[in-house]
Every structure is written in C-alpha cells, then in structure tokens.
C-alpha cells in the first residue's frame, strides 16, 4: 500500500512529559493544522504518553499505550509500531512511561527540518521546522521550568516557537495531561485537556485557557486565604452592588455572605469557596477585573 500524499501533513512539534512524583503524564503540541489536539496527543494515567506527527498513523496513540501497559519500555514500543507500518520513514512518534522513560522516533523522509530530542522525564520532537533550536530550546525549557507537568509543557512550546517554531506559521495548539483521580470531583484521570483549534496565536491562547482552568479548577494555596475585613470588605461590597448581587453596600452580614456565594456559584469558583468569612484572593483578583 502507498502512503496517500493527499493526506494533510502534522507538520509540528510536540513534547511528551512525564512528573513521577505527583503521577503526571501528557502532551503538549502546536502546529500549522486544524485541530492538532484531536491527533497527536495520547495519554493514559499510570502508564504513559504518545504524540504522533508528520503523516501521523493515529494508532500509534492507542496501540503505543497497549504496548506500554503491557510492559514494553518505549524504545520498544517505537520499535514495535515502526516496524509494523510499511510507512514509517514518514512518520515521527515520542512515547514516555509513567517512570518517564522516553524515546522518540523521526523517519528518513520526513521534512526538513526534522528532528528530536530526550532528556529526563522527557521526549521533544518536531518537523517542517525553521530549526534544531526548536525542539533543543523546547527540552531545555521543560527542564529548567519548576511547577505542575503543564506549566512545563507549556513552557517548552512557547521556548520552541521563540526559537523559530514550524517553518509554515502557526494555527492550534493543545495540552493533555493525566493523573490518576485528577480529573473533575476526581471521577476521571483526565486532569488538563485544552485546545487551541484555530487561532493566529494559539500557544498564546493556550495559556490563556489554561491559565482560566487553573483559575476555576486549581486548588487554593493557605497563603491566597485573606479574612474579610477592612479595604477588602469594602471592596468586595461595593463590586457585588455594581454587579447586582447586592441592593446596597450597607446590607447586613448575612444578606452579604449570601450575595458573595451566589457570586461564587454562578462563576464557577465553588472550588475556591472558604468558610464563611474568608476569600481566595485570585477570586478577588478576577473580581476586580470583571467589575
């Protein structure tokens, strides 16, 4: 069978992850095409993460996590996908386990620039690409970044794209990461899943998003919980009048604590709700900036 030339090219780049200490593993990618999220990344909890590009082979994803959940280490899961695909000098795959053990894989034929690179907890890879500094600067980036799997997913794209990114521009973006119970009420794995389907800047718009997610979803740090009192009450009073929570910025305590949680229920910030009383600060800081 021959490679089907009329298939659009994943011309991209991508880095796989791994955090063996809080149990993180994904995806992060940006690419000249629409809707990358919807084929590269791949990503099971406990066991690992696949991106695959170029003339991507979509079952590298599915059949790739198989592999590693049934014990191959990744260099033997590239082997294996590659040597069962007539077509694999196209194709460009990074697999990491969950110990974060990585490789990666960049067929013959795939267009320049094309290359890839792994470092600890890590695979980077890209191709059609305006130089080796995008994916260099992109594990350089993963590695020197501190914080959750994400941030340093996130922070490799944005290092490659200042590095020279896909030689044919940019249009979408995306991030997956999984942990075991991560997800929403932890009753799924899925713990970041966000894309960037068609924008003129969508690793910028990544961040966005992600930064929103965190925002609404992220957990509260003890040093963001601030009693309510003083400048900060009147505040708070005076921007739940203007948003029409409260009829006036003199109701009683009770009427108050009412208007402040119906504020915090209708957008979305249960999770950062205190006990009565007391605020998150980044919801006072949203507030402050959507009066």
Known sequence: ??????????????????????????????????????????????????????????????????????????DEVIQTLTSNDEDFLHRQVGVIDAKGNAATFT???????????TGKNYAAQGNILVNRETVTHMGDAFENTEGPLADRLIAG????????????????????????NGGYGGLSDVFVDLRVDDHPEPIEELDRIYQLQQLYFGETEPYDIEKIEGKLEEDLRDWL????????QEVSDDEFHQGLTAYLHTENFEAREQERGYIDMKVYEFMKTHV
């Open 157 to 180: 794209l944005k290092a490659a794209q200042n590095a020279g990114g896909d030689s044919r521009g940019k249009q979408s973006a995306a991030i997956y990461v999984v942990k075991k």
């Open 107 to 117: 067929g013959e034929e795939c267009y320049d620039w094309a290359g890839d690179v």
């Open 1 to 74: 069978m021959e490679l089907n030339n009329n298939q659009p090219i994943i011309a991209t780049f991508s880095i796989v992850g791994c955090d063996p200490a809080t149990g993180e593993v994904g995806v992060a990618v940006q690419s000249k095409f629409l809707g990358v999220g919807s084929v590269v990344p791949w990503a099971k909890a406990g066991v690992g993460a696949v991106a695959t590009q170029a003339f991507a082979n979509p079952a590298y994803g599915p059949e790739g996590l198989r592999l590693l959940e049934e014990g191959s280490c990744p």
């Open 241 to 248: 009048v203007r948003l029409e929570y409260l009829t006036s």
